[in-house]
């Protein structure tokens, strides 16, 4: 059974920072692309950052400069570093694994607000 289970997500101030993490289960861990997106109220879901298999990586151009994007495979483990954080930045993170087919996890909430 795949599982993706996402945490770090919270209420921050503008400026701030926060740090999710994602463990996955269930999949060769090592051989998938994994990524974060984010969805805000009524919006679409779009990449944030993703990381490859080989550690090349891609951001959104809104977060380009403030996020960073890292995975562990030894702990099946991908982490999202959020620095300088705006208001435009909340929404429910989401851990995505991608080998063709992709996998979600639950979604995390971060809030950005004063």
């Known amino acids: 059974q795949v599982q993706l289970v996402e945490s770090g997500g919270g209420l921050v101030q503008p400026g701030g920072s926060l740090r999710l993490s994602c463990a996955a289960s269930?999949?060769?861990?090592?051989?998938?692309?994994m990524g974060w997106y984010r969805q805000a109220p009524g919006k679409q879901r779009e990449l944030v950052a993703q990381i490859t298999r080989g550690g090349s990586t891609n951001y959104a151009d809104s977060v380009k400069g403030r996020f960073t994007i890292s995975r562990d495979n030894a702990k099946n483990m991908v982490y999202l570093q959020m620095n300088s954080l705006k208001p435009e930045d909340t929404a429910v993170y989401y851990c995505?694994?991608?080998?063709?087919?992709?996998?979600w996890g639950q979604g995390t909430q971060v809030t950005v607000s004063s």
């Open positions: 269930g999949i060769t861990f090592s051989i998938y692309a």
């Open positions: 995505n694994a991608d080998l063709g087919y992709q996998y």
